[in-house]
Structures are given as C-alpha cells and as structure tokens.
C-alpha cells in the first residue's frame, strides 16, 4: 500500500508539472481519481 500511494504521489507531481492549462490539470486531475481507484481495488 506505501508503494502505490508513493506512486501515485510521484505520478501527481510529473503530471502537475507538465500540464500547461486549466484545462489541461482538470484532464490529469481526473486520471489521478482513475488511478487512485484503480489502486483502492
């Protein structure tokens, strides 16, 4: 469980970093919620 949420925590900030765009971070916001669900499963 540490492992996923370390990974999740790391994939947050690349994502955040890269995007450029209010539109963009709505988009990687809503993989991050994806992923999250994905690892509570």
Do not use: P, W, Y
């Not at 994806?34 to 499963?41: T, V, W």
């Amino acid at each position: 469980m540490h492992k996923v949420i370390m990974s999740v925590s790391v994939m947050a900030l690349l994502t955040l970093s890269a995007c450029n765009t209010m539109h963009g971070f709505g988009q990687d916001v809503e993989k991050m919620g994806d992923l999250i669900k994905r690892a509570a499963n």
